[in-house]
């Protein structure tokens, strides 16, 4: 189980990366002596026990010490908004997202700019609505006023595309657009939830359904369907604030990362995340930040008691 919730969070493999990167990077220190600053917006870690957030927060800075010689400090207590500030007014040096909250924050901190992104070639960043293949919904509308599991972990995109299409009547809430909403401890428990037809729908993301075929193929093919999904979401993201730091320095950033993966430990480390390593951001991650703001706008955050 602790396995299971630390992937779901996607930090390990993240900070492991901060560390790698920064290898000899001693000028990137904001005071001589001074730790290194790393936001990661609370988003990572929705429905994690403390304990859980400890275990997975408490190597960075000795695994960034041991690594670089370099004193770091993760912070995980703000969202993406506090995060964003923090990171514009050099409070942070560099800070972690989704992809779709640094288009949001960008709105407000136009100098943020997008430096890595995390891969895996094998599953993109999508929302899927699965429902029993006897259940006569059309789409998420048809669903109103049904019992949905939102597993444990689930993922901050699912949570977004989910409140997008939970409307009614102007009402864009899934907590009052559903039935109830429960909570599994599992993803495949709530999918076998919907199998034996005790709930209605489950939003899980890709890597989740992937592996949920890979183990169940029998079940999933002969009681489950797919009611809809997303377009893929921009990739979980490390910025900074353009100019903040002398741009020798990002670039020694941004190629220790890129080789994170053949560091031994690194390696291992990524493999049991299912991630294969990172990437600079592309060039059409603008373009990507631009359409996902399209479909789901900057949220006011006093609606999101659901959560």
């Not at 890595?116 to 006897?134: A, P």
Request: glycine share 6%; charged share 20%.
């Amino acid at each position: 189980m602790i396995r299971r919730n630390l992937f779901g969070c996607a930090l390990l493999p993240i900070a492991l990366g901060f560390v790698l990167a920064m290898t000899n990077a001693a000028n990137a220190q904001t005071k001589e002596g001074a730790p290194l600053k790393v936001g990661m917006a609370k988003s990572f870690f929705n429905d994690l026990d403390p304990v859980i957030i400890g275990i997975a927060t408490e190597p960075f800075s000795k695994l960034m010490k041991q690594t670089t010689g370099l004193e770091g400090v993760l912070s995980h207590s703000d969202d993406a908004f506090t995060t964003a500030a923090k990171l514009d007014s050099n409070e942070f040096q560099f800070g972690v997202f989704h992809g779709h909250e640094l288009a949001w924050v960008q709105q407000k901190h136009p100098k943020l700019k997008p430096l890595m992104i995390v891969t895996n070639s094998q599953h993109d960043v999508s929302t899927w609505i699965i429902v029993h293949k006897d259940c006569k919904a059309k789409d998420v509308k048809d669903l109103r006023g049904k019992k949905i599991d939102m597993p444990e972990g689930t993922k901050e995109h699912c949570r977004i595309y989910l409140a997008s299409r939970s409307t009614d009547n102007a009402v864009n809430n899934p907590k009052a657009f559903f039935g109830s909403i429960v909570k599994s401890k599992t993803y495949i428990g709530a999918l076998d939830d919907v199998c034996r037809g005790t709930c209605d729908a489950a939003v899980v993301d890709s890597i989740s359904l992937a592996f949920y075929k890979d183990i169940k193929a029998a079940c999933f093919n002969k009681n489950l369907r797919v009611l809809e999904h997303s377009r893929p979401f921009p990739a979980a993201v490390i910025a900074y604030r353009e100019g903040s730091l002398p741009p020798a320095t990002v670039k020694q950033f941004c190629d220790g990362l890129t080789k994170a993966h053949q560091n031994p430990e690194g390696k291992d480390m990524m493999s049991m995340w299912q991630i294969e390593g990172f990437a600079p951001a592309p060039a059409n991650y603008a373009t990507d930040l631009s359409e996902v703001l399209k479909s789901f706008p900057s949220p006011d955050l006093s609606k999101h008691s659901w959560r």
